[in-house]
């Protein structure tokens, strides 16, 4: 939802407002969803000229993501012009890697440019440590999936 700019529409006592994914998530399973509001709509703003990517490593136990990356590269003819890189279950909450998404422009899906957006997307970013993860094999694993989710986004071709 971070990567594709939607909005949340919640409902209350209080009556209903719109909340931008990136305001929504606030910390591991927490949401800015009050007590007594219930997520009511969901609404993505129609994207043309984009490609995108979602890659996740699975928790074996509970399915939920270990490290899940979303990219969406905005694209003007065959060359990117920017985008929006998404990623949850390497930190306490979802989050955008601005400073990857700034190198967006003119990515062409070559091994170079990929591994400079890899590391800048984790750069000051602490990752979660659990019993099936410690930081170090998060942060490989989150690498691997960026790696993998900007990949399969260049790859993606037009079905005109």
């Known amino acids: 939802m971070l990567a594709l700019d939607a909005v949340f529409d919640l409902a209350g006592p209080d009556g209903e407002r719109s909340i931008a994914a990136e305001d929504f998530f606030k910390g591991l399973f927490e949401t800015d969803l009050g007590p007594e509001e219930v997520l009511v709509r969901v609404r993505i703003p129609l994207q043309k000229d984009v490609r995108a990517s979602y890659r996740k490593f699975r928790h074996p136990a509970s399915g939920y993501a ?3 990356v979303a990219v969406v590269l905005h694209m003007k003819g065959e060359r990117c012009i920017g985008g929006r890189i998404a990623v949850t ?18 990515y062409d899906g070559e091994p170079q440019p990929s591994d400079r957006i890899v590391e800048q997307a984790f750069e000051d970013v602490v990752p979660l440590e659990d019993r099936f993860a410690d930081a170090e094999y998060r942060l490989q694993l989150g690498r691997t999936m960026l790696r993998r989710a900007l990949a399969d986004a260049a790859a993606v ?3 005109d």
């Open 66 to 68: 270990v490290v899940g």
């Open 157 to 159: 071709r037009s079905r």
């Open 89 to 106: 279950g390497f930190a306490d909450h979802a989050f955008r890697a601005k400073a990857a998404e700034a190198m967006l422009a003119g």
